[in-house]
């Protein structure tokens, strides 16, 4: 008999390959044709059962699907921002590692724009979340005298916005490199403090 643990550990296997063949077949042929047929045959399950026994509805395989995203989406970028010293080094990760990902996994950007484009907005929860963290980071920033004074709710928009209009044109084949140089500079001049007489810039 296996126990709850095991059995947790397969189910969550379980739904995790389902979004992913999920975000596959949404970046692929697009939302209309994303039926659970079509994500069984991605997926290799023999029948759509499969997908219903572990979401209730279509609307909370989508959900997973942009959980899966913004998860995937955090563990890739992890290791830049863990690395960065200082809120300007940690803000030039968190811009460079967010394009690095769109760039490595463009069916995801595609898949989350199919999603915001043909349904009722899901994921609203990790989004906000998301904005929290930006918000946070930016706040520290100015604690610590990195950063000059500004609204970081505003800042914080401001630069989710930008990313995401580039997230769709990198996913796209932009240039993710010369992308995040530009949103890197551009920030960095939004949000830096002035230096005191002396000190350099």
């Known amino acids: 008999m296996r126990s709850s643990g095991t059995r947790q ?3 969550e296997a379980r739904r995790a390959q389902i979004a992913s063949a999920a975000i596959a077949v949404l970046a692929e042929r697009g939302y209309a044709e994303t039926t ?20 209730a509805s279509k609307d909370r395989l989508l959900e997973a699907v942009v959980e899966q995203v ?8 992890r290791p830049a921002l863990d690395a960065a010293a200082g809120a300007r080094a940690q803000l030039e990760a968190f811009i460079r590692a967010n394009l690095a990902f769109v760039a490595r996994h463009p069916g995801h950007v595609r898949a989350v724009r199919q ?3 043909n349904h009722a907005p899901v994921g609203g929860q990790e989004r906000d979340a ?5 918000v946070a980071l930016l706040a520290d920033g100015q604690r610590t005298g990195a950063f000059r004074p500004f609204d970081p709710v505003v800042m914080a ?39 005191s007489p002396g000190q350099p810039v």
């Open 70 to 77: 913004v998860a995937d989406a955090a563990a890739f970028m």
């Open 157 to 195: 928009a401001a630069l989710r916005a930008s990313l995401d209009t580039m997230a769709e044109r990198v996913a796209d084949g932009l240039d993710a490199d010369a992308c995040a140089d530009e949103l890197v500079e551009l920030f960095d001049r939004a949000t830096r403090a002035e230096p």
């Open 36 to 55: 659970f047929e079509a994500i069984c045959e991605q997926a290799g399950l023999s029948s759509k059962r499969l997908i219903t026994y572990h979401f």
């Open 115 to 117: 999603i915001a484009f």
């Open 130 to 134: 998301a904005l929290s963290r930006l």
């Open 9 to 11: 550990a397969a189910t």
